[in-house]
């Protein structure tokens, strides 16, 4: 029903086009003025305004994918608003819509919009990125030899091109790739299509993806009289069949199932149908990510009193028509899990829906597992690992309000979900929340807040270890502030369960009374590997760490041993002090690197050489670090070859499945000590695991990075968590070569405010985020001196319009080399911007191919 004043609807519609869009395989870099430029600043939210042809009037509507035209091309747009008027003369007519239902929601267009001024990432890849490549229907090109033009006037390569479409008739962009005589054809086509020799057009590609459809029978004829006498033995046995299904269940049977069972093909069945015999009705399958999985139901425990209070605030503000971010401290295995499943059972309750956001798809199997018990019927899952047939079913299903809790990973923030009740994002702090590779750029945690404002809805952000800017702005009363600071006691059954069974008294199990409600954390113990040295024991497990991994494999139980692999074999270290060579102006720790050997500092570019001799202690062996998962796995079995070992790597778990797969055989004790990375730091649950080994936490903790202090900290904290989360006692036992960095011992002694408050003092001094905001604008180019002259230029282009517009608040730092200074045989080069408010000076900035801003970069590596 059109709204009757807008009975013919507005004529005009605001659509955002893709122009970076990647058309017939040539990549065109925006194209200005081919199409209808309504805007000149803002570029990156851009829109073009079209007309509203009058067979299409009252039907288009924001959120829509249509056809526009676009210079020679036809592209798909989005239409992101109508208008009654345009701002240019002439516009072109929208050609059709794709679909009558709107892709976007009006609160998916308006987070787009937010998306695009908040991380300076264009307007149409925020949308983009929200519908599934399945809707995407392509344009390609086609291309056709004109006769008549003057063919010797060509050069050789251009006329080799145009003799192959005289040759083969008209070619699609990809026919010519695989035919062209050089690499280089695409600006020789190019030419040729500008002066006339080549007509190009553009033709719609099918989608690939399309509703997954299946045939299901059902007998009609249930008086066996009327069946078919005798002659026919196949159409009897599907007669049969079908007659023994029609008991108890529904009757409709898949005419797949039936063609296995009874050899029948499907020839026979429609023969069946048509005497009548037979009802056959077409149905859409989903592809669904959960197919495999058995969730066992599970009823939501009493919550202890520490959850109940907490929960008490977070039921209140659920009932608000408007609700708030809160930010929940919990200890690890304090509950907070617990309290995202009560808030999403009361959001479903009110008939609203939910997101949850997990950090890396290594965790998703468990969280699944817990949601998919708690509510099954509406589960959908979104991460990078889906196929796009699951992807796509995914979507429509949320689209249409038949799943309504969605779990997934950082894009899930971006899901169709209607009448959004609460947003959880769990472990807040978590950097792989930020997208800052490929477009559009943004921050899951950010979004997500961003998301729940515009729907009313409530969100938490958990963590044992917040964020220290989601830390501060909960100080200053931005974020609600909770907190569960103790553990509680899980398992406790699954262990009572494990003893009963093997029928024997674990030797390190005391009794817990059944009324106690709260455990200790594990006890973390500090070794100095300075010391094992000195004791003259250079192996890669101190004597602690061997003694209780010996007793962990003896009394049955389970090891983490965990590896950082970030950093790596970077920071040069006194094996004798504990000495990091550090940069004497940012007092971050500097990078070795080999050729030609040097020490950089990648935050300011100071460079020194590698001493060959501590210059705090005068000792020789001052060298950079390395240890990886393979090597300590090999250590383990070398050192207790009874043990059974799981490597747990991004080599060695390449898919969603593996994660699956490893987490079952540890699960069920198949392997009993992990090597891991990263991946294993987060999320476990795992009753059985006792010790938690650090081989080494200095890595970490010498990145040249700002961060790499709140990294080192949250991360221990969270390998630490993992240990002793059932009634059996856990211990933590992390090696480094400086026990005496403020990190190490704030993690060891779970004092995050004391960590916070004196990372927060170094942050404050130095003008860093979240006292200052940064962007970092980052140039890449094949060619090292242009890489840095282009980076130099803007800095100056910066300084001057810094001064221009008196922003003095407002500093660039650099060019500097960052610490991964070539990628992909491109060279890198830096700018930091430092400010109050740096997007002021950059947003209406147009940088040249090349470039990549990230706005409140994770990382400065
Ligand atoms: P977190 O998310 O903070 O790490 P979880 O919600 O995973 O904590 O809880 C840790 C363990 O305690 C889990 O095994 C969970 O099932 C259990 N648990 C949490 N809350 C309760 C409760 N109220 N009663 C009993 N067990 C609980
Ligand atoms: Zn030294
Ligand atoms: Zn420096």
Not at 31 to 42: K, L, P, R
Not at 147 to 152: F, I, K, N, S
Not at 347 to 359: F, K, Y
Request: net charge neutral; glycine share 8%.
């Amino acid at each position: 029903m059109t709204d009757p004043g807008h009975a013919l609807g507005q004529p005009y519609a605001q659509v955002a086009v893709d122009t970076a869009l990647t058309v017939s395989g040539i990549r065109f870099a925006d194209e200005g003025a081919t199409g209808e430029d309504s805007e000149d600043e803002g570029w990156l939210q851009r829109t073009f305004h079209y007309g509203i042809p009058a067979e299409l009037r009252g039907q288009v509507r924001p959120g829509q994918l249509v056809w526009v035209p676009f210079g020679a091309r036809q592209l798909q747009g989005i239409v992101v608003a109508l208008d009654d008027t345009s701002p240019v003369a002439e516009t072109r007519d929208i050609l059709a819509l794709l679909d009558p239902e709107p892709a976007l929601s009006a609160e998916q267009l308006a987070l787009a919009n937010w998306m695009s001024t908040r991380y300076l990432t264009p307007l149409s890849a925020a949308l983009l990125a929200m519908i599934p490549p399945a809707l995407q229907q392509r344009a390609t090109m086609r291309y056709e030899a004109l006769p008549g033009g003057d063919l010797a006037a060509l050069k050789p390569t251009a006329r080799a091109l145009y003799d192959l479409l005289i040759e083969h008739g008209a070619l699609t962009a990809a026919e010519l790739a695989r035919v062209a005589p050089v690499k280089t054809w695409r600006p020789h086509l190019r030419t040729l299509v500008a002066d006339g020799y080549v007509r190009e057009t553009t033709v719609l590609t099918e989608p690939r993806i399309r509703p997954h459809k299946e045939e299901l029978v059902r007998l009609l004829a249930t008086d066996r009289a009327t069946w078919p006498s005798g002659r026919s033995p196949r159409q009897l046995a599907v007669l049969e069949l079908l007659a023994r299904c029609l008991e108890g269940g529904s009757g409709w049977v898949r005419v797949a199932d039936i063609r296995q069972q009874t050899g029948a093909s499907s020839a026979t069945v429609r023969a069946l149908a048509d005497k009548g015999l037979v009802a056959i009705r077409q149905e859409t399958v989903w592809r669904d990510p959960l197919a495999g999985m058995r969730f066992v139901p599970i009823a939501s425990p009493t919550l202890t009193p520490d959850q109940e209070l907490v929960w008490q605030t977070i039921a209140a503000d659920l009932e608000q028509p408007q609700g708030h971010p809160f930010l929940l401290q919990g200890v690890t295995g304090s509950g907070k899990t617990e309290l995202y499943l009560r808030a999403v059972e009361r959001v479903l309750a009110q008939g609203r829906g939910a997101i949850v956001l997990v950090p890396e798809i290594a965790l998703t199997p468990q969280i699944i597992r817990r949601f998919g018990a708690r509510f099954p019927e509406v589960l959908a899952v979104m991460h990078g690992a889906l196929s796009p047939g699951e992807r796509y079913d995914q979507w429509r299903r949320i689209r249409s309000g038949e799943l309504r809790v969605v779990v997934g990973a950082r894009s899930a923030i971006l899901a169709p979900v209607q009448h959004l009740g609460v947003v959880v994002v769990d472990e807040e702090h978590e950097w792989t929340y930020k997208q800052d590779q490929q477009t559009p750029h943004y921050h899951a945690r950010e979004a997500a807040i961003e998301r729940a404002r515009l729907a009313g809805a409530s969100v938490i952000l958990g963590s044992a270890t917040p964020d220290l800017g989601s830390y501060y702005r909960a100080q200053r009363g931005e974020l609600c502030y909770l907190a569960l600071p103790r553990r509680v006691i899980g398992h406790r059954g699954v262990i009572d369960q494990m003893l009963a069974e093997n029928g024997v008294t674990h030797s390190r199990y005391t009794p817990v009374a059944a009324e106690t409600l709260y455990a200790d954390l594990p006890e973390v113990q500090l070794v100095d590997l300075r010391a094992e040295l000195r004791v003259g024991n250079s192996a890669m497990f101190s004597r602690a760490l061997d003694q209780a991994l010996g007793e962990t494999l003896a009394a049955g139980e389970q090891a983490i041993l965990f590896v950082n692999r970030r950093g790596m074999a970077s920071a040069v270290v006194c094996r004798d002090c504990g000495y990091v060579s550090q940069c004497p102006r940012c007092r971050l720790a500097m990078a070795y690197h080999a050729r030609p050997p040097r020490l950089l500092c990648h935050h300011c570019g100071w460079r020194e050489p590698v001493p060959e001799i501590c210059p705090a202690c005068g000792s020789r062996r001052i060298r950079y670090l390395s240890a990886g998962t393979e090597r300590v796995e090999s250590e383990v079995l070398r050192t207790h070859p009874e043990a059974r070992t799981l490597r747990w790597d991004s080599d060695t778990a390449t898919t969603a499945q593996s994660h699956e797969q490893f987490l079952s055989r540890f699960m069920q004790g198949e392997v009993n000590v992990l090597v891991g990375t990263q991946m294993v730091a987060k999320g476990f649950d795992l009753p059985l695991v006792t010790l938690v080994g650090v081989v080494l936490a200095d890595t970490a903790l010498h990145l040249p990075d700002l961060y790499s202090g709140e990294r080192t900290f949250q991360l221990l904290t969270q390998v630490a968590g993992r240990a002793g989360r059932s009634v059996l006692p856990g211990k933590v036992i992390i090696q480094t070569y400086q026990p005496e960095h403020p990190a190490v011992q704030a993690a060891a002694r779970y004092d995050y405010e004391g960590f916070a408050q004196a990372e927060l003092a170094f942050r404050r001094e130095h003008r860093y985020p979240p006292y200052t905001q940064l962007v970092r604008l980052e140039y890449a180019d094949g060619d090292a001196e242009r890489a840095h002259s282009e980076t130099e230029r803007l800095a100056r282009m910066l300084n001057e319009r810094i001064a221009l517009l008196g922003m003095y608040g407002v500093d660039v730092i650099g060019p500097t080399p960052p610490y991964f200074a070539r990628a992909r045989g491109r060279w890198r080069w830096q700018l930091l911007v430092r400010g109050l408010d740096p997007l002021r000076l950059l947003r209406d900035l147009r940088l040249p191919l090349g470039w990549r801003i990230d706005v409140d970069p994770v990382s400065l590596l």
